[in-house]
């Protein structure tokens, strides 16, 4: 005899789903002032931390954004981070506060 599941709880296990972790900390790239990117939230993508499209078929999409300045950019590898796609030290326990000196 089959299994057979509801269509809602299909889509609620999905709406729970984690994104795969290719790293812990960050991936440290240069960016272009002016240049549209393409951040993994999936963490499927061989060419990371960019979004290759390997996200097809899972409830994860890229999350996009224009450099606003030409710079060393430190991008969330773990997908966990609170302040996506920018790494916030969520992996390691490192969050970030405005209070830290």
């Not at 960019?50 to 409830?59: F, K, L």
Request: contains cysteine; glycine residues 8%; charged residues 25%.
């Amino acid at each position: 005899m089959l299994d057979c599941i509801k269509i809602e709880d299909m889509n609620d296990k999905l709406e729970k789903a984690l994104p795969a972790s290719p790293q812990s900390g960050p991936y440290v790239v240069q960016v272009e002032e002016g240049r549209e990117y393409r951040w993994c939230s999936c963490g499927l993508s061989a060419n990371q931390p960019w979004c290759d499209g390997s996200h097809e078929g899972t409830p994860f999409e890229p999350i996009a954004f224009v450099a606003p300045l030409s710079a060393e950019f430190h991008m969330c590898g773990c997908k966990r981070s609170d302040n996506k796609p920018y790494c916030f030290g969520t992996c390691r326990g490192q969050h970030r506060t405005l209070d830290q000196r």
